[in-house]
């Protein structure tokens, strides 16, 4: 990997993070009324008083980019600011709910990576009637949006056949397994299938490729061929989907938390919304594009690092 | 949601089949255009009336009268689906209509000067890009309120990078074919050029990313109403009913979430394979 490379995915990082920041901090500018009333939760009748202490709390008075380095840095520092409506500061609310996030993530991304990569590995090597079959259901999964496949989960395995409770996050490890379960499949499924059919595709070009049928046709055994010179090729692509799929199970994370009830950033952003708590809203959802911008760049530097034709190609289109 | 990258090449004018459209893609057109046609006349084809309570028949089964069964305060399943076609179609209409005409003109623009400008559009496009949509939208949401303003707004916004990056690199390579330089040479003006040959040849991939878009947009915009910050209740829109639905399940009443949800899921792939379809007739490619 070029320190070129490096250095323009880096900036790219820093760039788009500020950007999101600029925009996130901007958004509430944009309220046709005063924004200090985002930050008491909008739709109530605010004190004046309470009004004139944001003002000068979020330094609302002082010019934009003033406001908006004060903001940032307190940021930075991990002082989110206070919400109102919760009564709580908001690092608090955060540090709170980050724990069942991250637990539901995990939990996803693990079924994401073994689901998706063994469903597509024996797929392509099986042939056949396993392939079209895993094809058509990938492709089902990937069709069903999560709050669709949640409710469906639901009435199946909660209600139907009553095998794991809906609500909460659970006390305890398998308590917390239980209860995440459901959560957990319902945002990996689409991406299963997502990364099952990258798989399936990557391993079938390798399997026809010309050094697999070399390999083969110097005797080198089956196992051998399949570990060494087909899996271990195709794992770059295997990789590379994986993290976008991860990425992916961040950004809807909030979808899956609501539809089951199970707290965490998510649900907290959306219900913030909902009560136009901004504080919240904006230190959470410029969480979420910190975490989702890092791990798609680190995906895409440690592809580079491992292949360096990829740095070439990606250095050429963009 | 939308990070699911669509995954189309970009070759326009390539070999097109002619002959008879595969009978996939006609099923999916069909069940586009009966959709449309509920989002146009549903108030009209409404058995009942969609947001009529009826407190002695709630959570009924289906029967003559009702053919879906009813929902937790009476209402007629069928007749809010069918009403509901026309808020959860137009939302995502207005979403593609936005971002595909700001996306054309903008990979036109950055095709046709390159140079830095083309750079600074790339750039722009990948910070976008790396702003989740679903959250964009739910922070637009607490700045605008609830309703579908919000998410018309930030999904216009995200869905940008994708119209554009792809009609952008076939622009680039139309831009460069030697009988636009012939115009020039011609003295052709620039508009006559943009509007007579470059989009006319762009049109047929701007369309297959529009319909491929539309599926995608769809599902978005009926998420963030299912999370509250969209569509409102009494609204049918079907993200809302299977939201609406929800606790109806835990008492073993699944018909409202679960009709909506399959008229989203049938929705979706139709303009999913439409858009695929689509792409194999009239760029030569299976997408």
Known sequence: ?318 | MTTMPAALSTRPRAKRRTGRIDPLTLVAGGVVALFVLLALLGPLLAPHDPNAVDPLNVNAGPSGAHWLGTDDTGRDLLSRLIAGARATLAAPAAVIAVSTALGTLLALTAAWFGGWLDRFVSGALDVVFGFPGLILAVLVAAVFGAGLTAPIVALSIAYLPLITRVVRSAAIKERHLPYVAALQLLGAPTARIWLRHLLPNLLPLVLVQATIGFGYALLDVAAISFLGLGSQPPDPEWGLMVANGAPSILAGQPQQSLYAGIAILVVVVAFNLLGTGLSRRLLGESA
Do not use: C
Not at chain 1, 30 to 52: C, H
Not at chain 1, 156 to 165: C, I, S
Not at chain 1, 270 to 296: C, G, H, P, R, Y
């Open chain 1, 1 to 318: 990997m070029s320190l070129r490379f490096l250095s323009v995915r880096l900036g790219m990082l820093v760039l788009t993070v500020l950007v999101s920041s600029l925009a996130i901090y901007g958004a509430m500018f944009l309220t046709p009324g005063d924004p200090a009333t985002l930050l008491v939760g909008g739709s109530r009748n605010p004190d004046p008083a309470v009004l004139a202490q944001i003002r000068s709390d979020y330094h609302l008075d002082d010019p934009f980019l003033a406001g908006y380095w004060h903001w940032l840095s307190n940021f930075l520092q991990g002082d989110f600011g206070q919400s109102l409506v919760y009564r709580d500061s908001v690092t608090g609310l955060i540090g709170d709910r980050a724990g069942d996030t991250v637990a539901l993530v995990a939990y996803a991304a693990v079924l994401v990576l073994a689901g998706g990569m063994l469903i597509g590995t024996v797929a392509a090597l099986r042939g056949g009637r396993t392939e079209a079959l895993a094809t058509t259901l990938t492709a089902g999964a990937m069709a069903v949006p999560t709050f669709v496949m949640a409710v469906l989960l639901i009435w199946l395995f909660a209600v139907r056949l009553p095998w794991f409770p809906v609500y909460g996050s659970g006390e305890g490890f398998t308590d917390t397994l239980a209860h995440l379960t459901l959560p957990a499949v319902a945002l990996a499924l689409s991406w299963i299938g997502y990364v099952a059919q990258v798989t399936r595709t990557a391993v079938r070009g390798e399997l026809r490729s010309e050094h697999v049928e070399t390999a083969r046709s110097r005797g080198v055994p089956e196992r051998v061929v399949i570990r060494r010179h087909v899996l271990h090729n195709a794992s770059g692509a295997m990789f590379a989907v994986s993290g976008v799929g991860i990425a992916g199970l961040i950004a809807t994370a909030a979808v899956a938390e609501q539809a089951f009830g199970t707290g965490g950033l998510g649900a907290l952003m959306i219900e913030a919304a909902s009560k136009q708590d901004m504080a919240v809203v904006q230190a959470v959802s410029l969480i979420f594009v910190i975490v989702f911008v890092v791990i798609n760049t680190g995906v895409d530097l440690i592809s580079a690092a491992v292949d360096p034709r990829i740095a070439a190609q990606k250095g050429a289109i963009r």
